[in-house]
């Protein structure tokens, strides 16, 4: 790359991380592996789904109407997943798990997925 050509940083968001209420079948929060990693690390479900894309350097967007719960999904920096915790929570990213797969991205260089 020349000393001349302009860079960009491209800052990514992840929306409806907690699989909303309508979008994904599948309620992460409930999911065995998922809560045997909260209860391991005295956090909540919400909070191991939540720390996932932030360990990732993802910008995390959840919504939440319940008070608890606003407070637990901003406390997510006192703790770290492992790399074997942070493969259990990739193994969520099939159709079950990932609300927009982008299919029709499939074949684009930077195709995250
Ligand atoms: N930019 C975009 O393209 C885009 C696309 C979609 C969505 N969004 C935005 O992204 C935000 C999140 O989307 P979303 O609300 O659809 O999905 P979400 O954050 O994945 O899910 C929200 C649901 O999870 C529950 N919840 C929240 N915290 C929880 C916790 N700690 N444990 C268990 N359940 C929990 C909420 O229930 P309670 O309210 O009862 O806690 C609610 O039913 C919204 O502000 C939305 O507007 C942006």
Same mark, same amino acid.
């Not at 990514?12 to 592996?33: H, M, N, T």
């Not at 909070?47 to 959840?62: C, D, K, S």
């Not at 770290?80 to 159709?95: I, V, Y």
């Given at each position: ?11 990514? &968001?992840?929306?409806?991380? #907690? ?10 929060? *409930?999911?065995?592996?998922?809560? &045997?990693?909260? *209860?391991?690390? @005295?956090?909540?479900? @919400? ?14 967007? =959840?919504?939440?109407?319940?008070? @608890? ?7 997510? /920096?006192? /703790? *770290? ?7 259990? #929570?990739?193994? /969520? *990213?099939?159709?079950? @798990?990932?609300?927009?797969? /982008? ?8 195709? =995250?997925?």
């Amino acid at each position: 790359m020349s000393p001349s050509t302009p860079t960009c940083t491209v800052a990514v &968001a992840a929306s409806i991380v #907690l699989g909303s209420r309508v979008f994904v079948p599948a309620r992460l929060y *409930e999911q065995d592996k998922i809560v &045997a990693i909260a *209860e391991r690390l @005295g956090k909540t479900p @919400g909070q191991v789904i939540l720390r996932y894309p932030i360990q990732r350097g993802l910008i995390t967007i =959840p919504k939440s109407t319940n008070a @608890g719960r606003i407070a637990q999904n901003i406390d997510l /920096f006192d /703790f *770290e997943l492992t790399d074997e915790d942070m493969a259990t #929570l990739a193994s /969520f *990213e099939n159709a079950r @798990g990932r609300a927009c797969a /982008f299919s029709n991205m499939k074949d684009h260089p930077l195709y =995250p997925f």
